[in-house]
C-alpha cells in the first residue's frame, strides 16, 4: 500500500458534495438495473476520519455509518449517539470475541460474524444487555487464506448455529479480492443469500459500489469516494 502525502481534511461543502454524486450514481446504478431507486442504502465509512468530516456529513443528512474498530468507534461516536436518534452504526471490521459487550452496546449492526465462538459471545452480550443482537454472516467468497469471512462451504452451518443462538441475521456481507473482478464474487454473495433467504447484502466499496448494486447490493459500504484517502495506515485491526 502507498501512502500519499498529508492531505487537507476536505471541506464541509466538499464532503457534501460528494455525498451528492455518491447518492446520484447509486440511483442511477439502481435504475440502469431496474432497480427502485430506493433500493439500495449508503453506508459512510468513517473510519479514520477526524471530527470535521463526521460533522460535515452528518450535517449533510448522512445517518449511516461503519467503522471497523470498536475503541475508534467509541471515541467517535458514543458522545455523539444522544444527539442523533437516527443514527445507525455498523460494524465492519473483524471483531474478537472479548469485544462483543463493547460491539453490541454502540452498534446497531454487526457485519462480521464468521464464527461459531464469536456468535456465542455476542448472543451472550446481547442477553445480558436485554438487546436483540443483528448481524451479517462476512463470507470469504475469495476463499483467502489471510481474510476473515466464513468460506461459502460453511455458510449454512453458521448461520443455523448464529440463529440457535438466538441472533437476528439478517444478511452476508463479502469483501472480494482486491486483484480480482468483483462480479463473480457479488454473484456468489447474492446466490448463498437467496438459497437462505436472507434479504440483506452488503457489498460494493468505492471501487466497485455500482457494480454491487447490478448484482443486488441492499447496502454499500462507501469511504474515500466521501472522505477521499485515508491517510493512516489501515491495519487490519484485531478488536
Ligand atoms: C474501509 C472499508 C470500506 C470502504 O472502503 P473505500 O474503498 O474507502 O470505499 C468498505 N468496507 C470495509 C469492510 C472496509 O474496511
Do not use: Y
Not at 502525502?5 to 476536505?10: H, K, R
Not at 454524486?21 to 440511483?27: A, C, D, S
Amino acid at each position: 500500500m502507498t501512502f500519499s502525502s498529508p492531505e487537507p481534511v476536505p471541506s464541509s461543502s466538499a464532503v457534501a458534495a460528494r455525498l451528492e454524486t455518491v447518492r446520484r450514481r447509486i440511483v442511477a446504478a439502481c435504475r440502469a438495473s431496474g432497480r427502485a431507486a430506493g433500493a439500495v442504502t449508503l453506508i459512510a465509512v468513517s473510519k479514520t476520519q477526524p471530527p470535521e468530516a463526521i460533522e460535515a456529513a452528518l450535517a449533510a443528512g448522512q445517518r449511516i455509518f461503519g467503522e471497523n474498530r470498536v475503541q475508534e468507534a467509541q471515541g467517535r461516536w458514543a458522545g455523539r449517539r444522544d444527539h442523533l436518534p437516527d443514527l445507525e452504526l455498523r460494524l465492519i471490521g473483524p471483531l474478537q470475541s472479548n469485544k462483543a459487550a463493547d460491539a453490541v452496546a454502540l452498534f446497531d449492526v454487526i457485519e462480521t460474524l464468521d464464527r461459531p465462538k464469536l456468535a456465542d459471545a455476542l448472543a451472550a452480550a446481547g442477553a445480558r444487555a436485554g438487546k436483540p443482537v443483528r448481524v451479517l454472516v462476512q463470507v470469504n467468497t475469495g476463499a483467502e487464506p489471510q481474510k476473515a469471512g466464513v468460506p461459502p462451504a460453511g455458510v449454512a452451518a453458521l448461520i443455523d448455529h448464529a440463529r440457535s443462538a438466538g441472533l437476528m441475521v439478517e444478511g452476508l456481507m463479502c469483501i472480494p479480492p482486491a486483484e480480482e473482478a468483483p462480479g463473480p464474487h457479488f454473484a456468489l454473495l447474492r446466490k448463498l443469500a437467496r438459497r437462505h433467504g436472507l434479504e440483506t447484502l452488503s457489498m460494493g466499496m468505492s471501487g466497485d459500489f455500482e457494480t454491487a448494486v447490478r448484482f443486488g447490493a441492499t447496502h454499500v459500504r462507501v469511504g474515500s469516494s466521501l472522505f477521499g484517502e485515508r491517510k493512516g495506515p489501515e491495519t487490519p485491526s484485531s478488536d
